[in-house]
């Protein structure tokens, strides 16, 4: 059901707004409010579930969604939509509905403006505020209020990224990850591979359920804290907690982007350090003509290079392993354009016939490193800790593994004598199972 409202006064301007109060008790008022006459507000239309509203919202007919807590469907995606389409959330509660802890949850799905039915009768100045306060400010993420936003030291987040043909993305999150953690520091190591998690598997992590999942699915309510993304990661070591990845490659669609938005910013809030294990494709899916927003299944690894303050690139050593390297560079260069990438050329090898040095002007003809760093093949040691379920830095030393710890130093911005050895543990995989 649609209404037009009584026009305004002419010369004031106009905030055209949108409702969908399913049913609440307080939507007859918020009606008559809204239309009437010379309140600078028009109800552009009545609309009877979430679906209505957003492609009432889509039509680009409003500034402003008046919504009601119980509208089903209403969780940080929608929001998020309403907000993309330029639309300011203005969410309308009883007090009954809103109990303790309710207004930061809301918050974290990105409603800014709340209003008690109690106090309709500042209905239309909240609706036109919320309509200005949209039309100057930026999109903003939701989630982290500005009181907070002024003084808080959040963790670094490390992208490890690497093109198409199993270069060795998880072989390096992992390895600098444990590394990190060996050498002192808190780690959060999160499977964001939309093609599939592996993570788990390399670290005999039998988790029946994904943290990501889990983690997606409590951002997309608003519920996601960085508290809450702690239990949900599993402690796989003194300081190293995992957040495992998709069960299935064909769940990446349950990870809606805010909600992944959400998650990367709580865990930068739960560690100082938090490494992403992430898929290989940068390719975005063509816009649909009818401008409908289907999920991107690359949307993942997007967000997360574009929020990343590292991204590290893996890339095979061999002819084929360097030509997607090379592919690799440029197309990350046109996504984060002058942000320097750090290389590591893994799997390194005397029969492959090229010096170390070759290789770095090859990498250097395409894009300006931080650095290159080489990890040498190394099957022995890369078998002995997939068998055993853990890190590299956990199965004993080795090449591989005094490579991965040179280069978690050199992210750490360290140099100088090694990390300190760390004892030698050979868990079994059943063993870690929960
Ligand atoms: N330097 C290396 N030497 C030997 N084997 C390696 C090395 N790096 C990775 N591997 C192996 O290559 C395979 C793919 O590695 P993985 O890290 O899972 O790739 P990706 O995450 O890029 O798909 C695994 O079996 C892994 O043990
Ligand atoms: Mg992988």
Redesign the pocket.
Known sequence: MSSIGALPDPGLPITPVLVAAAGSSWEARALELLESRGSGVVLVRRCVDLLDLLAAAGAGVASVALVAPTLPGLDADSVSSLRRRGLAVVLVAAPEELLDGDTERLRRLGIDHLLASTELGSLVETVTGASAAAATVALRPPAVSSESEAVEVTGRLLAVW?PTG???????AVGVAAEIAGSGREVLLADMDAYGG?VAQ?LGVLDEVSGLLGAARAANTGQLSPERLGTLARQVGPRLRVLTGLPRPDRWQEVRPAAFADVLEQAVHLAPYVVL?LGFSLEADPVDPFGSSAPQRNEMTLAALQRADEVVV?GSADPVGLSRLARGLVELNILLPGVPPRVVV??TRPSLGWSDREIRGMVEGFVRPVDVHF?????VA??RA?MAGCSLADSGASP?QGALQRLAHQVLGESGPSLPRRRRVTRRRAGRAR
Request: aromatic share 0%.
């Open positions: 690497g199993a270069p060795g993305r998880t072989t390096v592996a390399h294990d893996v893994n799997r990890l040498p093949e190394d099957r890369a078998d997939l591989l």
